[in-house]
């Protein structure tokens, strides 16, 4: 796995991290607030977590080798409000949570998902729920998942018991739904309280936007374009108005809603002509590219 330091124009190596027995599928950053912090998922079914204790000099804090029974295929870090805690998605049908703990350790726990496998896991942004009789009380926090069921599950950490358990409080509308695996999901970043917005791909080549208007509301869907190839990522921007889209067809698609909640392509980056590298054309928010 290799970092780079990025710029407008350019990018160089920074490190090459070692350690994984297999193919390194996913990386996520850390919030700064926790230090230069960075982990890795593999085919594996491992997950380790690197810090940068100097510039260019990484060592591994914490390796959750045999995390899963197979391959472990995203990693997301959750809000920083909430800790430094990170969720991995496998093919073994299941989603660890990783905690890191006051004595040093980072604590385990498990959510059953779906037999086929999960491909993604994406977190929901702090500030996402409020609750309007008591705005000052933080609400649980919540994930959602793509698997290779075709569907999308949210899950929430119970009040009561702490233990992870999917959220039913909100129903989700089967009207649109997706007919093959989901490669991704990425929550975006909360704009309005009790407003939010998730958008998923998959390999029957579409885009969905879920979007939900109020805290137990049903999440609608809609299609946001049929695209020529299977759709492998999508990325939200900083600010949650423009969505990336990278497919099968080696482009790079971004995508804005307009004031009417009508989806419309913006631009699109092509592969280089050559096949060779090149920098990334818009900034990225974590700032690393997986090699």
Known sequence: MKVYNVS????????????????????????????????????????????????REWTCIHAARHLHESSVNSVAFGPHEIGLIAA????DG???????????TWSVEYIQDNSLGVNSVSWAPHGAYTDATNP?????????????????RFWTQSTETGQWVEDTSAAVDKTISHSDWIRDVAWAPSIFPNVNVVASCSEDRTVLIWTQHGADAEWK??????????????????TGHMLAVSSGDSDVTLWKATLDGKWTQM???????????QAPP??????????
């Open 88 to 91: 991995a998605a496998s093919s």
């Open 267 to 277: 631009s699109t980056v092509e592969a280089p002509p050559d096949g060779g590298e």
């Open 221 to 238: 869907p809609i299609l946001l374009h049929k695209f020529d190839a299977p759709v492998w990522r999508v990325s939200w921007s900083v």
């Open 94 to 104: 299941r989603v660890s949570i990783l905690t890191y703990q006051p004595n040093n």
């Open 282 to 291: 818009v900034s990225s928010e974590h700032g690393a590219q997986q090699g």
């Open 8 to 55: 407008e124009t350019s990018y160089e190596l920074a490190a090459t991290l070692q350690g994984h027995e297999g193919p390194v599928w996913g990386t996520a950053w850390a919030h700064p607030k926790f230090g230069v912090i960075l982990a890795s998922c593999s085919f594996d079914g491992s997950v380790l977590i690197h810090r940068e204790m100097n510039p």
């Open 136 to 152: 000052d009380s933080d609400m649980p926090p919540k994930l959602v998942t793509g698997g290779c069921d075709n569907r999308i």
